[in-house]
């Protein structure tokens, strides 16, 4: 099956700190890709839209400038988390959608932000 | 809001089949039936999807009633190593079902030994 990778799975930061998380699709092109946030225990929650060569899409609530999204090819997505505080503390995922009319989505395996 | 109702928890036994129900009795024509799983700490993974017609992969099958209100996901000889939370979700094809995509909380399927 279609494999989406991220990076780093995990990572540590003092506050204050930006951190960048790598989302690449291995197998396949995805001009769309997608960035969601899970706190503990609660459900994914959609960030943001990402389209190749094109601005991202925010979802309401989510601070554009707090959390860079560039998409410069067709197999990464980056998520910059920036001036990190403790609040940012979350697994954030992303995903790749193959193929516009089929809409299969296929998901990274997460990165978690620990943010002291 | 999620579109689609889902036990909180199940047990099954392993090696017998779970199947996991959900309701969604407000789904369009056009939309999907979704089924995705994540195990703890890791991203979704995709299951199957179905849009009338009853579905079977490698993973699992995929029975949808006839008026579409509700489904069953059944993977048919649990290992422990599907103990995860299961999400069902409705959402149209392409690009505009994938951004629209809203996980509920999902049904937190636990395989015993």
């Known amino acids: 099956g279609a494999v989406v990778s991220q990076h780093p799975s995990w990572v540590i930061c003092k506050s204050g700190t930006s951190v960048k998380i790598e989302c690449r699709s291995l197998?396949?092109?995805?001009?769309?890709m997608f960035w969601y946030r899970q706190f503990p225990k609660q459900s994914l929650m959609l960030m943001a839209t990402?389209?190749?060569?094109?601005?991202?899409?925010?979802e309401q609530g989510v601070e554009k400038d707090k959390f860079l999204i560039n998409h410069a090819s067709l197999t990464l997505s980056t998520l910059t988390v920036t001036s990190a505080h403790p609040e940012d503390s979350s697994f954030y995922i992303c995903?790749?959608?193959?193929?516009?009319?089929?809409?299969?989505?296929?998901f990274g395996e997460g990165s978690r932000l620990t943010v002291l | 809001d999620a579109k689609t109702t889902q036990p909180p928890s199940m047990d099954c036994a392993e090696g017998r089949a779970a199947n996991l129900p959900c309701n969604h009795s407000t789904i369009s024509g056009n939309e999907y039936v979704y089924w995705y799983r994540q195990i703890h700490s890791q991203g979704p993974q995709y299951i199957i999807h179905g849009l009338k017609n009853n579905e079977t992969n490698e993973m699992a099958s995929l029975i949808i009633t006839e008026d579409r209100k509700s489904s069953t996901l059944i993977l048919p000889h649990a290992t422990l190593r599907d103990t995860a939370v299961y999400y069902c979700?409705?959402?149209?094809?392409?690009?505009?079902?994938?951004?629209?995509?809203?996980f509920g909380q999902g049904t937190r399927l636990t395989i015993n030994p």
């Open positions: 995903s790749a959608l193959r193929g516009p009319h089929t809409g299969e989505l296929f």
């Open positions: 197998d396949f092109q995805a001009t769309t």
């Open positions: 979700i409705v959402r149209v094809g392409g690009v505009q079902g994938a951004q629209k995509l809203v």
């Open positions: 990402s389209n190749e060569g094109s601005k991202a899409t925010y």
